[in-house]
């Protein structure tokens, strides 16, 4: 299906269907939704909002055939102006794609540019969402299955005439594509089965479609590096830990960021086995490094004036006469030693050596991504991913800019006390403690292996494999974190985010 964006008229261009849009409570449609009612003798006025009675509520859709023109009206719902964000213009074309994409009368099909009228949210914004939608809708994970989900759609045109307008709107069109698939090329990564994703498959994938540098380090590597507690945790299984190092460079970069990401391909808990239920979908636990990794991908495309560093520390949890032990002291890269009291808490006891690997590259600051704790899915559930850190300052601007981008983040503590838990007889700290408020006490953990740069943890267990689609329609791998990464990363500046 191709995506584009053209300076032309909605009535001038062929299509099979007219996508226009209703602010809530609207009864005269105006701007383009306007004109395209009076091209069609009025019919969304009379018939879809007068007696159908259509009231635009958000994400609301109704299809309209006009039979003598031979074209399909879809009119979809804003919701309220006041309430309508640049996320919301995402999920409501991922719902209106998913709606028309086995339609065989609905090959080509042209859109209004949602948000950039009366709304007056960002062209490149509109268009960049709108694109995302698009191409978001019509994911699916088929590759096992003999039948294919089929899309009938082979061309999607966003319209603007606008000279301004126009301009703008491709640049957020080509972006949204840009994204977009670097979130879909992440959720095949925590979709794939992990019999055919370990550690040496992942990091051959992260070489071959990352489109920057990757540097894969060998298990005699790691050692000499001193990464024992890395090298513990992947000690179990049969295949061999993998330390992959990313790096995307420009000349005179303006800051220098290393974003590290959880690596469990897959997670069985180690000794300290899981339940068959909980074990199920543990091949999402390296969902925090399928987004290093397209993230990685998608700054190589849009190319801004940085430094960036992708690590993962990628091995399997698995149980065997090899496996660590509940009990085993670990002298982890840092020299900190680390009592296992549970060796299903082993994410942690991975990025504890890679955030000391990280901190060894002199960035500005370190961002960890991981689906990290039961815990923070207990107190968040699947609508928001947990953060902590050691700047506040970076904090809110990450959770600003994630709320904008779609993706909820909420600030959790990281209170001395919660570190009480964590203290040991035999080493300077455990790698798990209690029950209670065991996301902040993983917080807590991962700090003591920071020594001074700005660090951020992202906890996504809640969020990056759902059993109930969402919004957009994506049920599994969500590929959490890919875009408030890329945003946060490059810093685009743009309006349109409120």
Known sequence: MEIKVEKKSILDIEANVIIVNLFEGVKSPGGVTGIVDKAFNNVITEYVINKENFEGKFADIYELPIIEKGKKIIV????????????????????????????????????????????????????????????????????????????????????????????????????????????????????????????????????????????????????????????????????????????????????????????????????????????????????????????????????????????????????????????????????????????????????????????????????DIATLTGACMVALGTVASGIMGNNEEKIAEFIKIANKMGERFWQLPMYEEYGDTLKSDIADTKNTGGRMGGASAAGIFLSKFISKTPWMHLDIAGTAFLEKPNSEGIKGGVGIGVRSLIKYITLQDCDCHK
């Open 76 to 367: 979809a719902g804003l919701g309220k102006q006041q309430e309508l964000t640049i996320s919301k213009i995402r999920d409501l074309n991922a719902k209106i794609i998913r709606k028309l994409m086995n339609d065989d009368n609905a090959k080509k099909l042209v859109s209004i540019l949602h948000g950039a009228g009366i709304a007056g949210l960002c062209p490149k914004g509109c268009a960049q969402m709108i694109t995302e939608g698009v191409i978001s809708g019509t994911y699916s994970f088929d590759k096992y299955k003999t039948t294919k989900k089929e899309n009938k759609i082979e061309e999607f045109i966003i319209c603007e005439t606008d000279d301004e307008k126009y301009e703008r709107a491709k640049k957020g069109m080509e972006l949204g594509k840009i994204v977009a698939n670097s979130v879909n090329m992440a959720r095949d990564l925590i979709n794939e089965s992990s019999q055919y994703l370990y550690p040496e498959t992942l990091a051959e994938f992260a070489k071959e479609h990352s489109g920057v540098k990757t540097t894969v380090y060998n298990k005699e590597e790691i050692k000499k590096m001193g990464m024992n507690a890395f090298l513990a945790v992947g000690q179990g299984s049969i295949h061999e830990p993998k330390l992959i190092h990313m790096e995307y460079k420009t000349d005179n970069p303006v800051r220098k960021i290393a974003i590290v990401g959880k690596g469990i391909t897959f997670d069985a808990g180690g000794l300290d086995l899981k339940p068959p239920t909980s074990m199920l979908t543990m091949r999402d636990d390296m969902s925090g490094a399928a987004a290093v990794i397209t993230t990685m991908k998608a700054i190589s495309q849009i190319r801004p004036q940085i430094e960036l560093h992708g690590i993962i520390a990628a091995c399997e949890n698995m149980p065997s006469g090899s496996a660590y032990k509940p009990g085993d002291v670990i002298i982890s890269k840092t020299g900190r030693s680390i009592e296992i009291d549970n060796t299903d808490a082993e994410g942690r006891v991975t990025l504890a050596d890679a955030l000391a690997y990280a901190e060894e590259l002199n960035v500005d600051e370190i961002i």
